[in-house]
C-alpha cells in the first residue's frame, strides 16, 4: 500500500464517519423502530461517486486539477475601509455539496505529482 492509498483510505474514514447506531443489534419487536435504517434520497451521490473514483495516472492531468482546484477559498475576504475592517466573508467553499470529494481529488494529485513524478509541488500550495 504506497501513501497516496492509505492517506485516502484515512480521509475516507474521517469524513464517512459510522456511527454506534449503525453497528447497534436492531429489534423488530415494535411497530416504530428509531434505528431501523431509513433509505435515504441523495441525488448528488452518482456525482459524488464519479468524482471519487477519478484516478490520477497523467501529470498534465494532475497539473490541470490543481490549477482550476484552488488551495484556499477564493471568496474568504475582510473588507476594509480606511485601514478598519468593517465586516468578514466567511469561506463559502463549504457550502460546495461536493467541497470533500474536490479537496480529496487535488490531494490525489498534488501526491501523484510528488511521489510518482518527483516535482516540486510548492507552486501549488
Same mark, same amino acid.
Given at each position: 500500500?504506497?501513501?497516496?492509498? =492509505?492517506?485516502?483510505?484515512?480521509?475516507?474514514?474521517?469524513?464517512?464517519?459510522?456511527?454506534?447506531?449503525?453497528?447497534?443489534?436492531?429489534?423488530?419487536?415494535?411497530?416504530?423502530?428509531?434505528?431501523?435504517?431509513?433509505?435515504?434520497?441523495?441525488?448528488? +451521490?452518482?456525482?459524488?461517486?464519479?468524482?471519487?473514483?477519478?484516478?490520477? *495516472? %497523467?501529470?498534465?492531468?494532475?497539473? +490541470?486539477? =490543481? *490549477?482550476?482546484?484552488?488551495?484556499?477559498?477564493?471568496?474568504? +475576504? %475582510?473588507?476594509?475601509?480606511?485601514? +478598519?475592517?468593517?465586516?468578514?466573508?466567511?469561506?463559502? =467553499?463549504?457550502?460546495?455539496?461536493?467541497?470533500?470529494?474536490?479537496?480529496?481529488?487535488?490531494? *490525489?494529485?498534488?501526491?501523484?505529482?510528488?511521489?510518482? =513524478?518527483?516535482? %516540486?509541488?510548492?507552486?501549488?500550495?
Amino acid at each position: 500500500m504506497n501513501f497516496i492509498d =492509505c492517506t485516502m483510505s484515512y480521509l475516507t474514514f474521517v469524513s464517512r464517519e459510522t456511527t454506534s447506531v449503525e453497528s447497534a443489534p436492531i429489534s423488530q419487536s415494535g411497530p416504530f423502530n428509531p434505528l431501523r435504517s431509513q433509505p435515504q434520497f441523495a441525488p448528488l +451521490r452518482p456525482i459524488r461517486h464519479w468524482l471519487e473514483s477519478i484516478k490520477i *495516472q %497523467d501529470a498534465k492531468f494532475a497539473h +490541470r486539477i =490543481c *490549477q482550476l482546484i484552488p488551495a484556499q477559498c477564493p471568496f474568504e +475576504r %475582510d473588507i476594509k475601509v480606511f485601514g +478598519r475592517v468593517l465586516f468578514h466573508i466567511p469561506p463559502l =467553499c463549504k457550502l460546495n455539496p461536493f467541497y470533500e470529494e474536490l479537496v480529496c481529488l487535488r490531494f *490525489q494529485a498534488l501526491c501523484y505529482l510528488a511521489d510518482e =513524478c518527483g516535482e %516540486d509541488i510548492s507552486a501549488y500550495c
